[in-house]
């Protein structure tokens, strides 16, 4: 039962540590970067969950510790990593920078242009009130 335990927790380990590595090659390779945002946060957030997990289970079920760190590690990883992802793309797209030129959508655009419009037609209506 141990070396079948110790197994899964290899494998935990080892998926995280490909995962993370494949994501280090699409830093490198993807043209844009929004592609390259994506690349850095999601993929690295499931590798470093997965290698963290994986400690975590070896503690556990190995050492007889829970491990508070880890698990708090484990929380913060999968809470902040992908917000500062999309915070990265956002403030990219604020600032002007350019989709790669495959990219087929746009999504930000059209929402960043409502929302202009919403302020332009409150700052309008504000303004008659006074």
Not at 12 to 27: D, H, K, P, Q, Y
Not at 49 to 72: R, T
Request: proline residues 2%; contains cysteine.
């Amino acid at each position: 039962m141990m070396m079948i335990g110790e197994l899964l927790i290899g494998m935990l380990v080892l998926f995280g540590a490909v995962v993370s590595a494949l994501s280090a090659f699409g830093l490198i390779r993807l043209p844009d970067v929004y592609l390259r945002s994506h690349a850095a946060t999601k993929s690295t957030t499931l590798g470093v969950l997965c290698i963290l997990s994986g400690a975590f289970l070896y503690f556990m079920f190995y050492l007889d510790h829970v491990s508070a760190k880890l698990l708090l590690g484990i929380v913060f990883v999968f809470i902040t990593a992908p917000v500062a992802g999309h915070l990265n793309g956002r403030a990219a797209h604020r600032t002007g920078v350019p989709l790669w030129k495959g990219s087929v959508r746009d999504d930000l655009n059209e929402a960043m242009r409502r929302e202009k419009q919403g302020r332009q037609m409150q700052q309008g209506d504000g303004s008659k009130q006074e």
